[in-house]
């Protein structure tokens, strides 16, 4: 069992729809990131939590720390959003490194 | 100089070759991590280099050897290139606080 889990692994969207992707992980953590990857390779940190809610923009993360859940929200979606999010924890007895989920293909249709 | 950058952005060796990746990144980022990702999978961790010394490495052989300089560069080296070695190689850098990151764009090594 991966020590993050992301559901589901693909989703396809019609534009303007709201979107939800979940991360459950299994460790302790002392952080979580949100990543967005787009065809190519190229990785942008959206997000870095460590309790609560954050937004920016149509974009919204949350964090239940008991649970070991996260979810990352698309309102209103756009094709542009399409790309792979992925999810990724600092793993409290690692020190610094991270251990990433496998990531969520996300197509949003016009 | 801002940004993290990564060289070359693809490369094509040949099974048994030696290569270099290498990662510039930001001014006072201290902290550099190299991570492999293969086709369709997440990024896996290879180590992690704080002030030049290596603090951390995941289940890599250790054909799979780094260095970080004082200008906040750093390299990747792999010796005896294997099939599985293809991959998409993502350099991050953090500054001391460790938590936030900057990822490179990646470098896209095919082994024939």
């Known amino acids: 069992k991966n020590e993050v889990e992301q559901s589901p692994q693909n989703l396809t969207a019609q534009e303007g729809e709201f979107i939800t992707i979940n991360c459950s992980y299994s460790?302790?953590?002392?952080?979580l990131h949100w990543l967005q990857q787009h065809p190519g390779g190229g990785i942008v940190s959206l997000f870095m939590?460590?309790?609560g809610k954050k937004k920016h923009g149509r974009l919204i993360a949350t964090i239940n720390i008991q649970e070991k859940h996260s979810s990352l929200h698309i309102t209103a979606s756009h094709p542009r959003d399409s790309a792979v999010y992925i999810c990724?924890?600092?793993?409290?007895?690692?020190?610094?490194?991270?251990?990433f989920g496998e990531g969520t293909q996300l197509t949003v249709n016009p | 100089e801002t940004g993290v950058t990564q060289s070359p952005t693809h490369l094509i060796k040949t099974r048994g070759q030696q290569v270099t990746l290498r990662c510039s990144s930001q001014?006072?980022?201290?902290?550099v991590s190299w991570y492999q990702q293969a086709l369709g999978q997440g990024p896996q961790f290879i180590f992690q280099?704080?002030?030049?010394?290596?603090?951390g490495r995941g289940n890599f052989p250790p054909r799979f050897s780094g260095l970080q300089f004082p200008n906040y560069s750093s390299e990747l080296n792999v010796n005896a290139l294997e099939l599985d070695d293809s991959a998409l190689y993502l350099c991050?850098?953090?500054?001391?606080?460790?938590?936030?990151?900057?990822f490179g764009s990646g470098t896209r090594l095919t082994v024939v």
């Open positions: 991050a850098s953090s500054p001391d606080s460790v938590y936030g990151y900057t």
């Open positions: 460790v302790g953590i002392s952080a």
């Open positions: 939590l460590s309790s």
């Open positions: 990724a924890v600092v793993d409290e007895t690692s020190g610094s490194r991270l251990t």
């Open positions: 001014s006072g980022h201290n902290t």
């Open positions: 280099y704080y002030r030049e010394e290596e603090n």
